[in-house]
């Protein structure tokens, strides 16, 4: 097995990558809301 650093770092990389939602459309929905919202607040201009 490699023990290098790096080999440490990317295992530590994909680990935390892991634990984040994979839901693109979430974050687009997420976008949409807010900029809906911020349309709002500015008058609808």
Do not use: H, T, V
């Not at 530590?12 to 809301?33: C, H, M, T, V």
């Amino acid at each position: 097995m490699n023990n290098n650093p790096q080999n440490y770092q990317d295992q530590e990389l994909r680990a935390a990558l892991s634990q984040i939602p994979d839901d693109p459309g979430g974050l687009l929905r997420n976008k949409f809301l807010r900029d809906y919202q911020n349309e709002q607040q500015q008058g609808g201009n």
